[in-house]
């Protein structure tokens, strides 16, 4: 059985509700809001269901399991190709998703890890995005560069949408292919803008590795069988599992061939 919450906490609460009442065998929960979605962990488990964590972490929750792309990973990777392309030197923008949001906080973390083997490298202007939007993050390069006259080497964006939210702007000034530029998740803008020249990377978090490794965990837990996990991380009060799927660098070299598999045309 499956329902989409079309972004919305009200709607997701009411469909985890309904699907309670249903008696499904386990819960594969994408929170909307993973700072307000533990009250819907918990209500699975009253009802005993278990409840699999896809891509986005409920706050503080006791999933059965967590399966998501390594976030940290992700941002890692954003981070490498940066600062191997500014030299090791410069001053960069990360746009960052929903406050609050485990995805974003981990990318981020990630994009932080790996800037602290590059001492020159300087993060100018950080900052959340509500619902990770296209339009807000646009703003956020304007005032940027707005603040920075002398410009920015590299802006990294927790997704795609926002990098071309950035993009967007780069381009009425003149500036794409300028600074470099890295989103995550590949979706089909990105890439064809990565085919245009316009952005120089993406990292594909493969969604579909997500949902097949979800939809398997939970075959796992209604045959009783050992839940495969990769180890246990902090989830605020209480540990959880969790289980990684692969992520990988697209550029403009790899982007025709490597996503093929998502995007017809490239």
């Known amino acids: 059985v499956w329902v989409s919450a079309e972004n919305s ?3 997701q609460r009411s469909d985890v509700q309904g699907l ?3 008696e499904i065998s386990v819960l594969i929960l994408h929170a909307v809001n993973t700072s307000t979605a533990k009250e819907l962990v918990q209500h699975a488990a009253v009802a005993k269901i278990p409840v699999i964590a896809m891509d986005r972490l409920p706050a ?6 967590y399966v998501t792309a390594d976030s940290r990973k992700v941002g890692r990777i954003q981070a490498d190709f940066v600062a191997e392309k500014i030299g090791g030197k410069g001053d960069v923008v990360i746009l960052e998703g929903e406050e609050g949001n485990s995805v974003a906080r981990d990318i981020t973390q990630g994009n932080l890890d790996a800037f602290k083997s590059h001492p020159g490298i300087r993060i100018v ?3 959340a995005h509500k619902n990770w939007s296209r339009d807000l993050a646009r703003v956020t390069v304007q005032n940027a560069l707005e603040q920075h006259p002398s410009g920015v080497h ?3 964006a927790n997704n795609s949408g926002m990098i071309m939210g950035a993009i967007d702007y780069l381009i009425e000034r ?5 600074v470099i530029t ?10 064809e803008t990565i085919v245009a020249g316009h952005l120089q990377a993406d990292v594909d978090k493969m969604p579909y590795e997500i949902g097949l490794a979800a939809y398997r965990s939970s075959l796992q837990l209604v045959r009783r069988q050992t839940l495969e996990s990769d180890g246990r991380i902090p989830n605020g009060s209480v540990d959880v599992p969790v289980r990684y799927t692969p992520v990988r660098l697209i550029t403009g070299d790899t982007v025709k061939q490597d996503m ?7």
Do not use: P
Request: aromatic letters at 4%.
């Open 9 to 11: 906490e009200a709607k």
């Open 20 to 22: 309670v009442s249903q």
């Open 60 to 65: 503080d929750a006791a999933v059965d399991l």
């Open 125 to 127: 202007h950080r900052q």
């Open 154 to 156: 590299a802006i990294l």
């Open 174 to 178: 003149g500036l794409a292919g300028r």
């Open 182 to 191: 890295v989103g995550a998740d590949a979706d089909r803008n990105a890439c």
């Open 260 to 266: 093929a598999y998502r995007w017809k045309g490239l």
